[in-house]
């Protein structure tokens, strides 16, 4: 199947630990994207790549940071895990501005 | 700044009926908009993109229209399903790098 996947689905952590989301795309897009939708359900984007470099970097805080390997991945490592993390983060993939996205990881910091 | 608007907030029909989901944004030069749909604890799928150049997309029982000297966008779903039920967003490309920003979404909930 063409798509958008990420792993995990669900995170479930304690405060102050290091945990990393993976994305791959097999649509052959060159940008992709990590958005988070807190609580209130509204999407913001956070970061995005294009052919393997930093494109966009929204003001994250630095424990943060994504890796793209290769065009077709864009991992999220997330340091010293806070309450105020817990949200749904998605990732999405775009060519031509036409946006493909997967279907989320929910991160619940305990 | 654009700023992605969308009226109602929730909204709540009969099954049969037709939908109208309403979005509005600030900077009229937009390069498309996008119709998405979230089920809950679910991703987005796309429903309906449209060109800046388009003023209307179907697919379906679902009907987009775009008026960009307005500022307006307007999702159409006939005859309506509990199915439907869902959270529609609506979003715009910000720049060249395609940042989308998006509206805070309509809830509907189709009532059998």
């Not at chain 2, 309906?48 to 307005?70: P, V, Y």
């Amino acid at each position: 199947d063409t798509a958008v996947s990420q792993t995990p689905k669900y995170l479930v952590t304690q405060m102050g630990n290091d945990k990393s989301i993976k994305c791959e795309q097999n649509l052959g897009h060159d940008t992709m994207y990590w958005y988070k939708q807190d609580s209130k359900k509204f999407l913001k984007i956070m970061f995005s790549y294009n052919n393997k470099e930093l494109i966009i970097n929204e003001t994250v805080p630095n424990r943060f940071s994504p890796k793209s390997p290769d065009k077709a991945h864009l991992n999220l490592h997330i340091n010293s895990l806070e309450l105020g993390d817990s949200a749904v983060y998605f990732c999405a993939s775009s060519l031509a501005r036409v946006y493909t996205f997967g279907s989320g990881t929910r991160l619940t910091v305990v | 700044k654009q700023e992605v608007t969308q009226i109602p907030a929730a909204l709540s029909v009969p099954e049969g009926e037709n939908l109208v989901l309403n979005c509005s944004f600030t900077d009229s030069a937009i390069y498309n908009l996008q119709w998405f749909r979230q089920d809950p604890g679910k991703g987005l799928t796309s429903l309906l993109l449209i060109q800046s150049s388009q003023r209307e997309q179907t697919s379906g029982r679902l009907n987009a229209s775009l008026d960009k000297s307005s500022g307006r966008s307007t999702l159409y779903i006939a005859a309506s399903q509990p199915g439907d039920s869902a959270t529609y967003l609506c979003a715009v490309p910000t720049d060249s790098w395609g940042k989308l920003q998006f509206g805070a979404g309509t809830q509907v909930v189709v009532t059998p």
